[in-house]
Every structure is written in C-alpha cells, then in structure tokens.
C-alpha cells in the first residue's frame, strides 16, 4: 500500500469533493424547480413569451477578492480625474495596485489586476475614452 500520509490526505480530499457535489446538486434542484415556477408565472402574464427560449441566461461573474463591486471602476476614476492628460493603462494598474497595496513587483497579480481593470472599464457604459498613440493605449474620462 502506497504512503499512509498520502492516501489519508487524499481520503479527506474526496470527501470533501465528494460532499461539495452533492451540495450543489441539491442547489441545482432547488433552482431548476424555482425556475419552472418563475417561467409559470410568466406564462400567465404574457402568454406569448417562451422563457426557455426569449429569455437568455444572465451570465454570473465570479467576483475577485481584491475589489469589491464597483469599487474598481471607481479607483480608475479617481485616478483618471487627477490626472493631467490621458494615461497609460499600465500608469493605471499601477496607480490602482498602489493604493490598493498589491505587490507590484508579482507580474502574475499584475496581469489579473489589469485585466480586472480594463473588464471592469469595458462594463463602464461609455465613461471612459481609449486612444492609441504610438502603438500605446491611453485613457481619459469622456467629456
């Protein structure tokens, strides 16, 4: 038999797995009745929509544990407002990280922050006005 520490730890590893599973399938059921009862409902107050069908799923967005929701996009508009002329998304991220206090010099963290950023810039509904000079991205707040 292979080593007891090994085969123990991977024992409760399972189990935990295992337990989240079952978890979420009871989560499944509990939605899946849920959602047959909204879509009864809507079939009584406008019987010519078919909910399977006119009303797409809304996409769930994991959340990240550095900001929380709309916080991002305020940082970048602090950041932007003082600045004196459009700025480089790389200004940004270090602005954001900065007073954030993420380790910068973590490229991996540095990366997902950006991304988070420009994510969160692209969800702003035409706040924010990009422009490219020099192969180089720049952004402003618009108006």
């Known amino acids: 038999m292979g080593e007891p520490h090994i085969v123990s730890t991977l024992r409760n590893k399972r189990s935990e797995l295992s337990g989240q599973i079952d978890h979420l399938e009871r989560q499944i059921g509990q ?18 929509i078919v909910p399977e069908t006119d009303i797409p799923a809304k996409r769930v967005r ?43 010099g ?22 924010f006005e990009r422009t490219v000079k020099n192969g180089r991205v720049y952004w402003r707040i618009k108006g």
């Open 31 to 48: 939605h899946r009745a849920a959602l047959i009862h909204v879509d009864a409902v809507i079939r009584l107050y406008a019987p010519e």
């Open 106 to 127: 973590d490229a991996r963290i540095r990366e997902l922050v950006q991304q988070c950023i420009l994510g969160s810039m692209s969800r702003a509904l035409g706040l």
């Open 62 to 104: 994991d959340r990240n544990t550095w900001f929380r929701t709309g916080e991002c996009v305020r940082l970048v508009c602090d950041l932007l407002r003082d600045a004196p002329e459009p700025t480089l998304t790389s200004a940004i991220t270090s602005g954001v990280m900065e007073r954030k206090g993420l380790p910068e």
